[in-house]
C-alpha cells in the first residue's frame, strides 16, 4: 500500500493522550470528552479546541438539562443567551473527574457544524488549561499534566 498524505499516516499516541488531525473547513483543532449524567451514564463529544474562547466547554443547549448537575449564571455572549450548568467532565486517563462550568448555546453548536458536521460544541481555554495542549501542521494533541 502506497501512502500518498499525511492524511494517509496512522495518528500515533501515547498513553493519556489525544492526538487528532484537523478536521473541517476551515481546518480546525478539535479533542473529545467526556460527560456524564447525574445517572452515571457518560458520552463523549467532539469539541472544537478554542483558546480564543473564555468558556470551558459549550455545547447544544437541548443537552444541558440532561448532564446538569446545577444551574449556574446564564449570561448574554456576543453568541447569544448562554444557559449555564455544572457538568461532569469524567476524563480518569487525563486526571480530570470533577464538576467544571460549562454553557449550552445553539448559535455556538451551529457555528461549529458548519465548519464540520461532527463537531458537537467548543472546548475553551479554562478546559485546555487544566491539560497540556499544542499541535503541529497537520494536528492538534492534549495530553494529561504530570
Not at 457555528?111 to 460544541?121: I, S, T, V
Request: charged residues 20%; contains cysteine.
Amino acid at each position: 500500500m502506497r501512502l500518498s498524505s499525511p492524511l494517509d499516516y496512522p495518528v500515533l499516541t501515547l498513553p493519556h493522550e489525544q492526538r487528532h488531525l484537523y478536521q473541517g473547513s476551515p481546518p480546525r483543532a478539535w479533542i473529545t470528552v467526556s460527560l456524564a449524567t447525574p445517572d452515571g451514564d457518560t458520552r463523549d463529544w467532539k469539541l472544537i479546541a478554542d483558546i480564543g474562547c473564555p468558556f470551558a466547554i459549550v455545547i447544544g443547549v437541548e443537552h444541558v438539562p440532561h448532564f446538569s448537575f446545577g444551574a449556574g449564571t446564564h449570561l448574554n455572549s456576543n453568541f447569544g443567551f448562554l444557559e449555564s450548568a455544572w457538568l461532569h467532565l469524567t476524563m480518569p486517563d487525563f486526571g480530570l473527574d470533577s464538576l467544571i462550568l460549562a454553557y449550552g448555546s445553539n448559535e455556538v453548536l451551529d457555528l461549529a457544524r458548519a465548519d464540520h458536521p461532527d463537531f458537537e460544541g467548543l472546548a475553551g481555554l479554562p478546559l485546555l488549561r487544566l491539560l497540556e495542549y499544542g499541535g503541529k501542521a497537520d494536528e492538534f494533541w492534549i495530553r494529561r499534566r504530570p
